[in-house]
């Protein structure tokens, strides 16, 4: 039943939203959904199944939103500017999404569902924030080649950065990558009076 999947999941994101996850009554939710709670055991086979498909469908979203940072519509963009994309796609989402900072953080408290224990699919091992970069830093290695995935992994982990100790005015980190036309390898900031001209 695909569609009395995707109405559970959207009921439940929006029960997540508006109240803690040990508050969320799987009852409440097949109600919104429109579904007999029997049919909501039956997909998830509980509260623990429903939260750890919320918690893949978050990491999925994040994800296919890098994907799109990383070619999007129209004229290919230089690489500079996608890996800027995939770093301002990863600091809103987080902000956005308590689920995606979670995973990208590895942060997870009470309010939300139990951290994951497996990964997005069968036979995976479970999806942490060090292999949630190692992914990021992946796709963008391969959709970006020749750049270096060590330059993809920096920006991701600059990204993460803002996530985890936002700046005072909240730009997030696009104003201060200088990207846009630097050649790889270009250091993304001068020397200063501590580092000397390391």
């Known amino acids: ?8 999941l ?21 109600a919104v959904a429109g579904v007999s709670r029997q049919t909501l055991y039956n997909e998830f086979g509980g509260k623990a199944g429903l939260g750890r498909a919320l918690v893949r469908r978050a990491a999925d979203r994040y994800l296919d939103g890098v994907d799109r940072a990383l070619a999007p519509e129209g004229s290919p963009a230089p690489a500079a500017e996608r890996l800027a994309a995939v770093a301002e796609w990863t600091v809103r989402e987080a902000r956005a999404q308590p689920l995606v900072r979670a995973l990208l953080t590895g942060c997870w408290d009470g309010a939300l569902p139990s951290p994951p224990t497996m990964g997005l699919r069968p036979g ?15 796709r963008a290695a391969a959709a970006l080649a020749p750049e270096p995935a060590q330059r993809c992994e920096l920006v ?12 005072e005015d909240d730009a997030g980190p696009g104003r201060l ?3 846009q036309g630097a050649a ?9 009076r501590t580092a000397g001209a390391r």
Do not use: F, I, K
């Open 177 to 179: 990558l200088p990207l």
């Open 1 to 8: 039943m695909p569609a009395a999947r995707e109405s559970l």
């Open 156 to 167: 991701v982990r600059l990204a993460l950065s803002y996530v985890l100790a936002p700046g």
């Open 10 to 30: 959207r009921a439940a994101e929006a029960a997540l939203s508006a109240h803690p996850w040990p508050a969320v009554r799987m009852t409440e939710v097949a």
């Open 184 to 192: 790889p390898g270009t250091p993304l900031s001068g020397p200063n």
């Open 124 to 138: 995976q091992p479970a999806l942490g924030p060090a292999e949630l970069v190692r992914t990021v830093r992946d």
